[in-house]
């Protein structure tokens, strides 16, 4: 099983960026997916996840701004963050485990690191 994220990036406070998700070896559309984040000196939160009905679940803090979405023809989730904030800048880790199984026993990617500064 591969789960690789890119989109990271430095951005502008205010401004935008899409993360993806790729994940292969799996019949993905049956999978939940979710975003993580560990911002430095900080445990790692749920950012937001997709289950394979597309029902979606934010943390408090993303609601508003960001949007997660699925493509299961491409085997692909995105992450559309708009508005961002400093207090948004970590590493973004994408997980994918089947229902009812906990993240800590899912798929993880390697990280993409998004940095929100002037």
């Known amino acids: 099983v591969q789960v690789v994220e890119s989109g990271g990036g430095l951005v502008q406070p205010g401004g935008s960026l899409r993360l993806s998700c790729a994940v292969s070896?799996?019949?993905?559309?049956?999978?939940?997916v979710g975003w993580y984040r560990r911002a430095p000196g900080k445990q790692r939160e749920l950012v937001a996840d997709?289950?394979?009905?597309?029902?979606?679940n934010y943390a408090d803090s993303v609601k508003g701004r960001f949007t997660i979405s699925r493509d299961n023809d491409q085997n692909t989730v995105h992450l559309q963050m708009n508005s961002l904030r400093p207090e948004d800048t970590a590493v973004y880790y994408c997980?994918?485990?089947?229902?009812?199984?906990?993240?800590?026993?899912?798929?993880w990617g390697q990280g993409t690191q998004v940095t929100v500064s002037s």
């Open positions: 997980n994918t485990r089947p229902r009812g199984v906990s993240s800590d026993r899912g798929y």
């Open positions: 070896g799996l019949t993905f559309s049956i999978y939940t």
């Open positions: 997709i289950s394979r009905s597309r029902n979606t």
